[in-house]
């Protein structure tokens, strides 16, 4: 389900102190944190990118123009500016911050202390969960929009190798990299609804399938 973010650093002609990082002054641990308009800024830029997803997640975007998107939340085109520079940076910035949010809510599901056959199934599921909501426009779009389609690639590189992982932990002795290609495979026709329009199983279901089918291949190891 990827980490794009980093951040810059910067020299000049001024005195430094090598320190250790035990050594952070309370200056140190602040300054980078947003305070007053800035703060204020970063909720409202959130909340929007939060309505985006639901709105993207719904009817898709390619068709959306800044306009449209402006309308549809109630705002001024400028500020959904305040997003991005441009209507294409817009869209990548929404697309990641989904996956972003997907990624840590699936991984809160995980119960470190159950068994690890139960966390492959119950990751597989938080998976089907949080895809839910998403129609078939918006997984096209995905598809046929580039910047985009790489973070929904870079999101499924991820969880394939937590599957892996996590197939490891349950049962050393499995094909761990058999299985998380398989699992990758599956997934990926899942989003594109090819399993549903195969099978007739709706995503949470073939999901769940999948979990079954490897718990099943790792019992059988």
């Known amino acids: 389900m990827s980490t794009l973010d980093g951040a810059p650093t910067t020299t000049g002609d001024r005195t430094t102190v090598d320190r250790t990082p035990g050594d952070r002054t309370a200056l140190d641990r602040t300054a980078g ?6 703060a204020r800024a970063l909720r409202r830029r959130e909340l929007l990118v939060g309505r985006l997803i ?41 697309v990641r911050a989904f996956f972003r949010r997907a990624t840590e ?3 809160a599901v995980l119960d470190a202390n159950a068994d690890p056959r139960d966390r492959v199934g119950a990751y597989l599921r938080a998976i089907s969960a949080e895809l839910a909501p998403a129609t078939p426009a918006f997984f096209a779009d995905l598809d046929a929009f580039p910047p985009a389609r790489e973070i929904y690639k870079q999101n499924t590189g991820y969880a ?16 761990a990299a058999f299985v ?42």
């Open 33 to 38: 944190a947003p305070t007053g308009r800035a």
């Open 54 to 94: 639901d709105v993207f997640l719904e009817r898709g975007f390619a068709g959306l123009s800044v306009a449209e998107m402006a309308a549809v939340l109630r705002c001024s085109k400028s500020t959904l500016y305040s997003i991005a520079a441009s209507r294409e940076q817009i869209i990548v910035a929404v």
């Open 105 to 107: 809510r699936v991984e």
């Open 160 to 175: 394939v190798r937590r599957v892996q992982g996590l197939v490891r932990e349950a049962s050393p002795g499995a094909d």
């Open 180 to 221: 998380g290609a398989v699992a990758g495979q599956v997934m990926e026709s899942i989003h594109r609804g090819e399993i549903k329009a195969q099978t007739g199983l709706d995503d949470s279901a073939a999901y769940a399938a999948l979990a079954e089918l490897i718990v099943a291949r790792m019992s059988a190891g």
